[in-house]
Structures are given as C-alpha cells and as structure tokens.
C-alpha cells in the first residue's frame, strides 16, 4: 500500500498532466501534493485498517486479545498507533518532494517553508482521523471489505459532505458553521502555515470520538461472548 501510494503521487505530480502537475504549474510551490493526498488517503488509510479488528474476529483471535491482562484501551490505542505509525512511514518518502521543488526554486530554495510545513503537520492530523475512523469502522464488521467500503464512506462523508453542503442556498446563512464541521476546512487552515489551536482542537476531538466509539462497540462485543 505504500509502494502504491508513491506511485500514485509521483504518477500524478510529475508525470500525468493536469492540476496536481508541479512541473506544469510552473511554481515552486507543494500544493498539489496537499491537495492530492487526502483523496489518496481515503482510500490508502482504509485499506490499511480495515483488518485491525475484523481479521482477530474472523480468525477467532479477538477472544485471546481481550482475555490478555492489557486492557480495552491499550488495545485500541495500540491498533492506532501502529496503524499510524506505518502511515507515516508512507510519508516520509514524500520529503524528496520537498527537496525536488527546493532546487527547481529560481532561485534555489525559493518556496513557502511554513505553508509546508504547516500542510505537512495537518496532513499528519488528517491521517490520525482517517486512521480513528478506519479502526472504528474495522470494528463493526468482521468482513474487511464491509470495513473497508464504511470507512470510506466515513472519511469522504467527514472531508467533503460538510464543505458540499455549505454551498447551497438553503444554508446560506449557516454555510461557515456547517462548513467548520468538515475536517477539510481546519485541513485547509492548516495548509496556509498558520497553526490554529481551534484546528488542533478539532483533529483531536476527532480522533478521541472515533476511539473512544470503537472501545465501546468492542466493549459491547466483549460483554454479548
């Protein structure tokens, strides 16, 4: 998945051409990388967890995770971090980006280092959601692909439902509340190089909310066996 997410970027930031092209932009500029990826990782970060819970349910082994003496919540933040830890891993890589658009700069290392800087710490954000929303989607369902298909579902509903909704007449007046429910305006915030403590409220909110629905529904499955 990490190989395929590299890829995809690389494909679509230096070879195809179109919006997310650098070359083609004819700016120093790592945007479209931040624009991309969120689309990449609702469909990469699902892929990744949709089997952290649903595989120990269908091979029987959840029963011997939950006898262990670690607790339902080191479980969960367990599956979590290891989840997101290989997702940054999958980030790293991008750092030749970085490199890349630093010597195409005229001059050399003409570029916005805060708004990168900035769009690099909100897509780590925006990954711990997409990973809380996966587990918990993993969790309901002991068929990866059942997981798999809510956890999209979830993430594209969370990234673009609120931002859509905004722009029709029958919310005009509400249309910036609805809209700063979405995870894509604080991403957006976040991608200027401005670091909200509203935006880092609400990415944790997230996470937490996620985690804490996937310790219960667990919880719920522990009692019923």
């Known amino acids: 998945m990490i190989g395929v997410f590299l ?8 070879v195809f051409s179109g919006n997310y092209n650098i070359l083609d932009n004819g ?15 609702i469909f990469l970060i699902p892929a990744i967890t949709m089997k952290s ?11 011997l995770l939950l ?13 979590f971090l290891g989840t997101f830890l290989l997702v940054i891993i999958a980030l790293l890589p991008s750092v030749l980006y970085v490199l890349t658009i630093y ?30 929303i996966g587990l918990f989607a993993s969790a ?3 068929s990866q692909i059942t997981s798999f298909i809510i956890a999209v579902f979830l993430c594209f509903i969370g ?40 935006d ?11 985690l804490t629905l996937t310790y219960f529904r667990i919880a719920s499955n522990k009692n019923k066996s």
């Open 53 to 63: 819970f649903s595989e120990e349910k269908k091979q029987g082994t959840m029963e």
């Open 159 to 198: 990234f673009f439902a609120f931002e859509g909704l905004a722009g029709y007449e029958l919310f005009k007046d509400s249309a910036y509340g609805i809209e700063a429910l979405g995870i894509s305006y604080h991403y957006k915030s976040m991608s200027r190089g401005v670091i909200d403590t509203r």
């Open 27 to 41: 700016f120093a500029d790592l945007s479209p990388f931040f624009n991309l990826a969120p689309w990449i990782f």
């Open 103 to 132: 010597h195409l700069g005229d001059p050399v290392g003409n570029f916005d280092v805060g708004a990168t800087l900035g769009s690099y710490f909100g897509l780590f954000l925006l990954a711990s959601c997409y990973t809380a």
């Open 7 to 14: 890829t995809v970027c690389g494909l679509f930031l230096f």
């Open 140 to 142: 309901l369902s002991q």
């Open 200 to 210: 880092l409220i609400y990415f944790l909110s997230l996470v937490i909310l996620f």
């Open 67 to 79: 006898t262990k003496p670690i607790g339902l919540w080191n479980l969960v933040w367990g599956k």
